[in-house]
Structures are given as C-alpha cells and as structure tokens.
C-alpha cells in the first residue's frame, strides 16, 4: 500500500532460501538460514506471475484465517488455481507452483504454515502418562489402547494444550512396527515415559511436538532408529533441523536429543548374530562417507560409530533386536542403554 | 504327524492362489477363491525349502500365540531368519520369502494373519458417535479433538469391541485432508454419522472395520473417492474385495457399500469449473476400458459414469469440490447426496 501511494514498483522482500544462505549454527546447534533477502517486483516480468501467486496465497491465507477454518495445501491450491479473466493463463498450472509460495510466505512471516491455518500431512502416534486438549477434547494418552493417539498436524500451543504430565523422558522411535512391540510391552509404563513413532521420517507435527515437549515440559529426548544412512539422518534431522526447512529450525529442532540405538557397536556388544545385518550398498558407503564429514557428526563418538559401520561394511534394522527373541527391544536392549545413559551425543 | 507315522511323504495342502482359481460370487457379490488346492511336498526338491519355511512360519505363530503376543510381520522374518546347523543355506534370503508363505497359511488356516497374531501395516483414523473398547481403554471418537480415533492393524471381535454406538451410517473418505475438513465441520454431529479415512487404498485394519460396522451393527456404508480409475478401484476392494486377498473376501469386502461421490455427473450438476479438472492420460484412458469390462462396474450407472469420464477425457479429485469454497462439500454437497439417496451402486 505505502509503495501504490508512492507510485513505486509494489515488491515483497523474501528471505534467500538456497544453500548459499543456510548455515549451521554452533552455539544453537542448529541448522540456520542467513540474512540475504531477494526483493520480489511486480513490474518485472521475470517476477510478476511469481509476484501475483504470492499475494494470492497471501490472501485466501488472510481469509481462511478471518473464517476460523483450516485447509490442506492441495485445497489452497485448487482454490486458488483458475484463469485469469480476459487471458488463457492460469493463476497456477499445478501444487509444484503453489507450495514454494507458502514456503516463501512462511520464512518471509516466520510463521509456520500451521499458523497460517493450513495443514501439513501427518502421521506418527503417541503413548504415554500425559493427558492433552485439542479443540476441549481431553485425551489421555496412557488409554489409547493398542492405537495411541494419533499426532495431528497442527500441534501449536493454541491447539494441543499439555494438562498434565507425569513422564520423565521421551523415546522417538523410527519404526510403528517396535512402537506397537513396547506399547504392547507397556514399555511406557514401566519406564515411566512417552512413546512417540514418526513412521519413518517424522512429519512436521511430529517434529514440533518433540521440540515442545522438551522444551515446554523439559522431557529429554532419545531417538531410536536403524542402523544405517536414513536412521541416523532422522536423527540428525530431529537434533538441527533440515536445510529444507531451515527456517523453521528452532521451532522443529531439538538440539540436546540423544541417540540411544541401535548402532554397530550394539550388535557387537549384544551379540547380534550375522544372519540378519545387511550388506551396506555402494549408495549407503557413499552416505556415510558425506555424513563423516558433516559438522553435527563431528563429535568422536559419531566419527567412531561411522567408521565402524563402512570397516564392519554391514547396517542393521531395528528388528534384528527380535533375533535374540520378541521382547528383547523392551526388557533388556532399551532398559539396559537407558540405566547405563548408553547414547551418542 | 499322522503322514510321518503312517511312513508317507509329509505334505501340506493349500489353496492354490492364483488368477485360474480366482472368481467372482455373483450371489454373496464377492471375489472368491475357489476350491483347487496343492499339496506341498517334503520330499521333493522342488517343494523342500518352502515346505521348511510354511512349517517355520506355522511354529513361531503358534510360539507367540502361546506367548500371547504379537508382532510385525518383519519381525518375524527377523525372528525365523538364521543359517540352518551345518549348511550355508539361510532359512530365508529376504521378506519376500517369508509373507506370501504366511498368506499361504492364511487361505490354508481360513484365517486373517491379525488371528495368527501378526500385524499388517496400520493407517486411517476415524470420528464420532461410538464408543469403542481396545485392551480395557474405552474411547469415544466423539471426543478425540482434531486426531480421531487410529485404526489399529488388529480390529478383530476380541482386541476391538463396539461398546455403544449411537451413529446412522458411515462416511469412507479415501483423503485424509477431506476427512480432516469434515471433521473440523462437525459433519459427524451434525449428520450423527461415523468418518473414516483410510488414507488412499484402506489398509487391512480399516477394511475389516468397515466390514464389521455394516455387519454388526447395521450401519450403511457410503464411500467418497476420487473421480478418476483410481478411486473407483478403492471402492471396488473395499465392496468385493481384492484378488490378491481373495481368500478373506467375506471378512475385508462390504458388498452393499453405495459410491456417494465424486463423479463426473456430480461436476456436471454442480457446476465444478474445467479449471479444476484433470485430463486423462493413455493410461487412465485403458484402465476406464478395462473397467467398463469388470462384471462388478456391470450395473448401468457405472457403465454410463464411466463411458461419461471416457468421453469427457477428464477426472476430478475431491478437492477440486473446494474451488466451490472450502466448505462446499461439507455443508452443500455430501448433505445433499445423502438427502437425496443419489449413490452408485
């Protein structure tokens, strides 16, 4: 409005999201996204499409907002997507235009897009000796059956309210299949603690809610993954962050989590047998070597575990645990590295 | 045992599974396995390492029901997986080995792997007015916030039980994003009905689910699918069932679902704007075909809607329903189908 009034070219001022402006941030421990910022014009034609997308999500944002509802990204989109009248071209051709916008909107902002009442995919659920709200539903989560409660997308304070907790620390597991072993273990209960799995890679919910348990109810966090690349990868991406997303960081980040297994050490250590490790691929050699060289696995016992795992030249799943029998994972390998604060940094 | 004391060859007869044995039950509307069966041979080369592995896979089931738990069928393949005493041969190289022996033991047993007391993967949530019992918890799905209820894998009599239900009939909605909206609108409220998705193509646990809400408790069921091959699919398994899962039909197939929506009539009728739609490909196109020809898309309605796709040369996802305004479907559309009884059969 202040640039119409004073007949200047209207523009929007964007962070820089590529990798010449994200760096790792050492007293935070986090991956960060720096100060350049890129000015986007309307009177240019290399910007204006891009421009007009920006305000129109900008806009029906601002409105679903003022109606009180939430979205999906994909019905931004189809909302947002017609042709321009008197011309054959369409506001957006398809969700690859549409979804960077609202990532531009939301490190321009510094809001995540939860915020900007749309809705992320999620996945990923939770047991444990806490009760929550959402929407005035109280939900204790140590009654949730075989399910746990399932880990919505939009986990923000105004949403998903901590009422009580009694658990002491939290255990992040890669994989629903071991979640389902130490729920039906009581695992939770025993150890006094909150299971969470993200299913693989955590959603975005999932990650939040890891952040705000610790830093909310001060839980300390132990992640529980494969041994291999995309394990240990989750893991990091749970701990800094992730270049994608680097300016969410601290909001998504939980720098002092632990890593409790399962490592090549472990199989040594616990005896695992040969029959069920898995050869590492060319792939997985080629990951591990970038990963060594990676700042956040420079600490020695990161260095050692790496290096142990391309000399051993095997990775191992969390299910080879059940070679030395079912319940293994929940009355002997985690009560075990818990007691003896067995983790990598 | 009988065959070893009577000095026979052991064997074990199954179920032959394959397309020749395969067929639709015109009377139940269900696919079927029919009655061929094939015996597997201990001594006879050919048939010696799955004989060995259908009898490893049948002990560590009958180990963990004694035991009285469950597991993953990975874990599983963990458990079993180990180099036989003086050989180099493993019982089994990959878990490709191991789950079509267990779905072996399924169609031998006539009984779902959840029985066997072994977990297929899990996802689907739903909402509303039941009350449910999981291990002692008793949960209300009226009451489960912004989340809903998870689906667990296992929604057998015994693990899952219907305490209370006070709901008309059940909404199936193959998007999670639809089903948050509807959810977010207190459709079920105001409906008094029950919301499911199942997060694309329903995983074992949602489809049995269903299964049972119609058989147990009456309840109709309606499903909302995308306009397009793939949707329609997803409402042919969860009404006849699959091919692959043929032998559990009459416990995973529905067959008096009615298709509530999307269709390409319904974008003609409600005025869904071209922009939103999405042209078929060739292989849209030749799935249409191979449709049109299935003896469960034979009823006039689906050979009209799917010549109508055919000769329009578009599709539509259920989000293009929100180019209409975010709450269309809740408030206008899915209201007014149901009103008026307009479903395919």
């Given at each position: 409005m202040n640039q119409l009034q004073k007949k200047e070219n209207p523009s929007i001022s964007l962070p820089v999201r590529s990798l010449s402006n994200i760096y790792f941030d050492p007293v935070h421990k986090l991956i960060k996204i720096g100060d350049k910022k890129s000015q986007r014009h309307y009177l240019n034609v290399a910007h204006t499409r891009k421009f007009m997308q920006t305000l129109l999500v900008a806009s029906e944002c601002k409105k679903i907002i003022e109606q009180g509802v939430t979205?999906?990204?994909?019905?931004?989109?189809?909302?947002?997507?017609?042709?321009?009248?008197?011309?054959?071209?369409?506001?957006?051709?398809?969700?690859?235009?549409?979804?960077?916008?609202?990532?531009?909107?939301?490190?321009?902002?510094?809001?995540?897009?939860?915020?900007?009442?749309?809705?992320?995919?999620?996945?990923?659920?939770?047991?444990?000796?806490?009760?929550?709200?959402?929407?005035?539903?109280?939900?204790?989560?140590?009654?949730?059956?075989?399910?746990?409660?399932?880990?919505?997308?939009?986990?923000?304070?105004?949403?998903?309210?901590?009422?009580?907790?009694?658990?002491?620390?939290?255990?992040?597991?890669?994989?629903?299949?071991?979640?389902?072993?130490?729920?039906?273990?009581?695992?939770?209960?025993?150890?006094?603690?909150?299971?969470?799995?993200?299913?693989?890679?955590?959603?975005?919910?999932?990650?939040?809610?890891?952040?705000?348990?610790?830093?909310?109810?001060?839980?300390?966090?132990?992640?529980?993954?494969?041994?291999?690349?995309?394990?240990?990868?989750?893991?990091?991406?749970?701990?800094?962050?992730?270049?994608?997303?680097s300016f969410l960081s601290d909001r998504l980040g939980t720098p002092d989590a632990k890593f409790i297994g399962l490592t090549t050490k472990d199989a040594i250590e616990y005896g695992i047998s040969n029959n069920v490790t898995i050869k590492l691929n060319k792939g997985d050699q080629k990951r591990i070597k970038e990963m060594i060289k990676y700042v956040w696995f420079k600490p020695k016992e990161w260095q050692q575990e790496l290096k142990r795992m391309l000399k051993a030249g095997y990775k191992l799943e969390l299910e080879a645990l059940s070679s030395k029998g079912i319940r293994f994972i929940s009355e002997k390998y985690l009560p075990d590295k818990i007691r003896k604060q067995d983790f990598l940094p």
């Open positions: 979205t999906s990204i994909r019905d931004l989109y189809y909302a947002l997507k017609h042709t321009i009248e008197g011309t054959k071209e369409n506001t957006f051709e398809g969700q690859e235009e549409s979804d960077p916008v609202l990532e531009d909107l939301e490190s321009a902002l510094n809001l995540l897009r939860e915020e900007l009442h749309l809705k992320a995919d999620r996945k990923g659920y939770m047991a444990g000796n806490i009760m929550i709200e959402d929407s005035g539903d109280r939900i204790n989560c140590a009654k949730m059956g075989s399910s746990g409660w399932a880990i919505p997308s939009d986990v923000e304070p105004e949403m998903i309210k901590f009422v009580e907790n009694n658990a002491k620390f939290v255990v992040l597991i890669e994989k629903d299949a071991v979640w389902q072993r130490l729920n039906e273990d009581k695992f939770w209960q025993k150890q006094n603690c909150l299971i969470i799995t993200g299913k693989g890679q955590p959603a975005r919910g999932c990650r939040r809610l890891i952040n705000r348990l610790h830093k909310e109810l001060g839980l300390p966090i132990y992640v529980l993954a494969d041994a291999d690349p995309w394990g240990y990868y989750i893991y990091s991406v749970i701990k800094q962050g992730s270049i994608n997303l």
